[in-house]
């Protein structure tokens, strides 16, 4: 009888501690690494021998924001993460989460938002929610046959719409009842002693509810009180669980309730991690002062992360369906007219147009994206003499307002004027000093979301690039074993969970990769199927990088193909309980 499942030959092994690394042999038992070799051990030991020479065998990365939550129910695989090294996936962000709420309000909390057709969510959800409360959810799931570990917040928006209901939950005039905070209070409870890592709350007020009831309106959990978010953050303070925020980014201020609540004076500190550190092309300051709030809270006995996305970040956009409108009046009136029709009315009338320049030229009002169209390129259109080229030097050759051009051309071509831009992260330099923040946790993918909009599935790849090139041009931002440690054992410690670590007896989540698959266009981006939703959506591929990837010792993906039984059988991903600290 051979002692071990799997035998990972010659690779060189990072262990997910920052340690360092080290050629390296990896044996595998019942899902766990049984044993870490020195010296080769003989193949026969082993029913699978993976020869891993010149490659890195590193801990599964960890994906700690993303919006698989509806993915999740109809096509488990992830696949997509899963293809880029990620074998834990963080769900239940920014206050949606789909497990207290019933399906059609679960469903409209979430869709616009994150930009997933509601046509595709809700009947997901009519068809498989039969859970309303924590423990019921971790039943389907634990019952589920999952492709990576997934780990949750419970969404403050679920929770206030479960209990006061979608109306109510949205009404500005409305505090929850006693009996409403009490049992808000008892389904978080409930969750985090189900293993819950804590809450996500939101302050953004431009993520807006879909469906035709409370259509347009924000998210329930921007119309809380911060009492009632206090107190709830009691409960995560007792069991040393984290809180995940957005502030509102039209009121910079609003980041000292997040702070305050952070801080540990006469008290236990509370884990607080808040979106996002970000170099932005429309507010420079807010680098700074993030960086600043984040060195308060944690030089006064708090415990507190930024999020940072490790790439330059860029966003596509099919007309003038992309988030980044919701933030300024006229933007939002035209996304706030669902009908196209009525819509290319209102963008074709000179009062709307004029309002619209009025706050296209604002430029100290709080903002995210730089409001240039001169910095927007055009990807596809069907007058293909544009493509290649940007707003601003087309409206140019025509002598007329940006603003104009722009609204012509959406009114003329709808959704089949396809452009991007970039809105932060783009001076490589600051990107490079900001992923040294021992104030921060490189995350934010968004995976599973704005399906159209953004792809950043490989973020682990991104990011290891980024610091293999500064190492070959002689001036490394870090290691490469701190890197790997900032993706892996880094964040499992900070969140409490069993995952980031390939030591003797942590669970064998592992990533083989060929780092010469590195040295490529990361950022490109690639169509593919969104699995169970029958459309396609913006995806990354990093062909010649990931070899294979296992995870609970098994298979998920062998020499760049996933595994069919990959989200079809059990035994791969689990869902991993948070512990209290």
Sequence with gaps: MRQYDALIIGGRYFDGTGAPSRI??????????????????????????????????????????????????????????VRHGVTTVLIGSCSLSMVCSDA???????????????????????????????SEWVRFIERHPLGPNVISFLGHSDLRTGVMGLHRATDRSIKPTAQEQERMEQLLEEALQEGFLGLSTMCLKWD?????????????????????VSRLNRLLRRYGRV?????????????????????????????????????????????????????????????????????????????????????????EMALDVRDQLERNELLKDESYRRTFRKFYKEKLSPRVWQRDFGDAIILGCPDTSVVGR?????????????????????????????????????????????????????????AGAHIRNMAFYNLPLRFLKLVQESEQQGDPIMSLERAVHRLTGEQADWLGIDAG????????????????????????????????FGLDRMVNRVPGCVKHVLINGRAAMTNEQVEPGLGKESGFGRFLRATSC
């Design 390 to 446: 940007n707003f601003a030097e087309l409206a140019a050759e025509q002598g007329i307002h940006v603003v104009d051009f722009f609204l012509d051309m959406v009114v003329k071509y709808g959704r089949g004027l396809r452009w991007y831009t970039v809105i932060g992260n783009h001076r490589e330099k600051r990107l490079r000093e900001m992923v040294k923040s021992p104030h921060a946790l490189i995350t934010f993918s968004d």
């Design 208 to 228: 807006k509810v879909d469906g035709d009831r409370e259509w347009s309106k924000s998210l329930p959990s921007t119309y809380a009180r911060w009492g009632e």
């Design 104 to 134: 059609e309000d679960a469903s409209d909390i979430f869709t616009r938002v994150e930009t997933v057709p509601r046509e595709k969510v809700l009947p997901i959800l009519v068809q498989n929610k039969n859970w309303s409360t924590p």
């Design 501 to 532: 670590h390939i030591r003797e007896g942590d669970r064998a989540d592992i990533v083989i990769l060929d780092p010469r698959g590195l040295n490529q266009d990361l950022e490109q981006e690639n169509w593919a199927e969104m699995e169970g």
């Design 24 to 81: 390296a042999h990896v044996a595998i038992r019942d899902g766990r690494v049984a044993r870490v070799f020195d010296s080769k051990p003989d193949p026969a030991l082993a029913d699978q021998v993976i020869d891993a020479e010149g490659c890195w065998v590193t801990p599964g990365f960890l994906d700690t924001h993303t919006h698989y939550d509806a993915e999740l129910i109809v096509a488990p695989s992830l696949s997509e993460s």
């Design 243 to 331: 809180h995940q925020g957005a502030p509102n980014a039209a009121n910079p201020l609003q980041v000292t309730q997040y702070l305050r609540e952070s801080l540990g004076w006469f008290r236990k500190p509370l884990k607080t991690t808040l979106i996002a550190l970000i170099d932005l092309k429309g507010n420079p300051t807010v680098r700074p002062m993030a960086n600043l709030v984040g060195w308060i809270a944690n030089a006064f006995r708090g415990n507190f992360r930024w999020q940072l996305l490790p790439t330059p970040f860029t966003i596509y956009a099919d007309g003038m369906d992309i988030v980044l409108f919701e933030e300024f009046g006229a933007g």
